[in-house]
């Protein structure tokens, strides 16, 4: 086990999640939980969660949203897999879910089921939809992106573009684990859990809240952002004389005149045709390619170390490959060391918060898929006869450990049906 500091903070120590999820949304609402100390349980069909296999763009998926959790493999749709499913649960906190809408009543581990058996379960679940007229359509990041408003404003004048990362499915986590947070509070006062949802849609529909809330305002339908009227006048990408590009913004008049400075420009800084913002703004279409011609004549270097003397708000242009080298992230510890399943060690942004100054580390390795299942099993009573006995007929997988005091071991790569086949999550 890759073990934290013992005073790195577990808020949720204590609490146990059984995770049912694939993809993005539902992993990422189990990683928050279980980078703030609840114990999680991810539920794996028998030869494994799919994610774990995907190519290209969710080549990173798994290893991204699946630390702290431990990795339980069952044929659900089997009766002696449903039932150690059922056992799980009775002494669980948390359930969250993030399959189509009606599967998890179907196999009947929905909340009116699962509550009967504990009441003080709370069940997250997390679908494309919020419940309306769009409830039974089958969403990913991407259909609602385009249906919110996100790819409109994201792309240019007639070419929507979806955001470059999977924005919805991982404020969909986010926010599920804030509701589970909050309805573990209320169960304080109450004794009883609840059921509480999150959604890709109404994600993505407060991401363009603001530019909803800008046509209210103004009565004028917002342009697209790369055909905006900005409300700022310098707030754009510029190229240096080495060919790299930087984003520069001067959003103050305090922030000109230090801009102006830098350059030597004075005759800018007292030009009154740019002397407020506002007069900027209006100026953009002759002040934008004289200051292009200024940024021309230096390195980007030059230009990155002169706006961060002087306290101008900048940016190099980065690649996401790039930040493994960020010397903020190394020097501040925003990434943390991950052991992968296949033994690998690679380095994964860490929650965006510190609790007591700390951040919340990777506690244990990525899972193998089954790793934990004969210790889960073991924790609910199961003998290891038992276990074997799952393990030889598919009913579980995971490796074997040990043989039982009867001797009988069972195979870790027996195949059964597949967890919540014919479940597609959203997103």
Known sequence: MQD?????????????????????????????????????????????????????TGAGFFRTFNRNKRS?????????????????????????????????????????????????????????FLPGPYAARTALDEVVQMMAGLAYMTGPPGQPLRAGA????IMGGVFGALAAI????????TGRGQEVQGALFENCVLLAAQHMQQYAVTGVAPDPMPARVSAWGIYDVF????????????????????????????????????????????????????????????????LAAAFERHGLPFA?????????????????GGL?????????STRVPLLPITMAGQRLPARRPLPVSGEHTSEILRDLGYLDSQISRLL??????????GPAPDDASGSGDSAGSVFLKDGASQG
Not at 166 to 169: F, G, I, L, M, Q
Not at 182 to 189: F, G, I, N, S, V
Not at 392 to 401: H, I, N, Q, T
């Open 336 to 344: 943390g060391e991950l052991m992968a399943e296949d033994g690998e």
């Open 239 to 302: 190229t240096a004389r080495d060919g790299v590009q930087i984003f520069l913004a001067v959003v103050s008049d305090s922030q000109w005149r230090i801009f102006c400075d830098v350059f030597g420009r004075h005759d800018l800084s007292e030009d009154p045709r740019l002397a407020t913002n506002n007069d900027r703004v209006l100026a953009r279409d002759w002040l934008l390619p004289l200051l292009r011609d200024v940024m021309q004549g230096f390195d980007a270097s030059y």
């Open 392 to 401: 030889s007929e598919g009913v579980v997988a995971g490796p074997v450990d």
């Open 4 to 56: 934290a500091s013992p005073a790195a903070p577990m808020p949720l120590k204590g609490i146990r999640v059984v995770e049912f999820s694939h993809m993005v949304m539902g992993p990422a609402c189990g990683m928050v939980l279980g980078d703030l100390g609840a114990d999680v349980i991810k539920v794996e069909p028998v030869g494994g969660d799919a994610t774990r296999r995907l190519l290209g």
């Open 72 to 128: 339980l493999a069952v044929d659900v749709n089997r009766p002696e897999g449903r039932e150690l499913i059922l056992r799980l649960v009775s002494v669980s906190d948390v359930v969250t879910e993030n399959f189509k809408p009606g599967r998890m009543r179907r196999i009947g581990l929905d909340y009116a089921t699962l509550s009967r058996l504990n009441p003080g379960l709370v069940y997250v679940s997390l679908k494309g």
């Open 182 to 189: 909050a309805a573990l509070y209320e169960r304080k006062t």
């Open 316 to 332: 190099p242009i980065v690649k996401p490959e790039a930040l493994f080298d960020d010397p903020h992230l190394l020097a501040s």
């Open 166 to 169: 999977s924005v919805n499915d």
